[in-house]
């Protein structure tokens, strides 16, 4: 089981971070800890032609579960502008897409959407992570930890880092 640290010093740290995070005490415990484990998670995603730093759009659909203030940041990393939008508003300028609570048909549509495009896909909506989503976080009681859909992983043109993919299969929620 991996545990997060204070910092992200080392990219494995990092990784180990993005598996499985404690919640903090305190309030806003669980939206640090949502956040932090997405930004693990984006950190270790590649888009094809991607410059260094480059600012990247993560846009939010349907009501979260864990936390309704996403804000993912990438530490040495590109700016992660969020936007709210219905599942009949999504574009391609979002590079992250944030699937909340929403109605089957319309998560339906937008992994369907989303297939063969360089579009990275997480949900907190999903433990099993088997509704097609790339990455599906999961929140226990005083942690938050992630599992991979590796077939929606491979079927993207996204590039994920092979070590996140293998924590996400052992310390994810399966």
């Known amino acids: 089981m991996f545990l997060i640290g204070s910092s992200f010093a080392t990219p494995q740290l990092a990784i180990q971070s993005a598996s499985q995070t404690i919640v903090e005490s305190g309030v806003d415990g669980a939206t ?4 932090r484990v997405l930004g693990g998670i984006i950190s ?18 349907g009501d979260p ?7 993912p940041a990438v530490a040495g990393g590109p700016t992660i502008g ?4 219905s599942a009949a508003g ?3 300028d979002c590079d992250i897409i ?9 998560r339906q549509r937008l992994i369907a959407w989303v297939r063969g495009r360089s579009v990275l896909t997480i949900t907190d909506d999903d433990p099993g992570c088997s509704f097609g ?3 599906c976080l999961v929140g226990r009681t005083g942690s938050v930890s992630f599992s991979t859909n590796l077939d929606s ?12 993919l293998k924590i996400g299969s052992d310390g994810g929620a399966r």
């Open 65 to 71: 579960r864990l936390t309704d203030r996403i804000a």
């Open 44 to 61: 270790y995603a590649r888009w094809p032609g991607e410059r260094p730093a480059a600012a990247r759009t993560l846009c939010l659909v």
């Open 98 to 106: 944030f699937l909340g609570r929403m109605p089957t048909a319309d």
């Open 82 to 85: 969020v936007r709210r939008m």
């Open 32 to 35: 640090r800890s949502v956040n």
């Open 133 to 135: 989503a790339m990455f």
């Open 90 to 92: 999504v574009t391609s």
């Open 153 to 164: 992983i491979g079927r993207g043109t996204l590039r994920v880092d092979p070590r996140v």
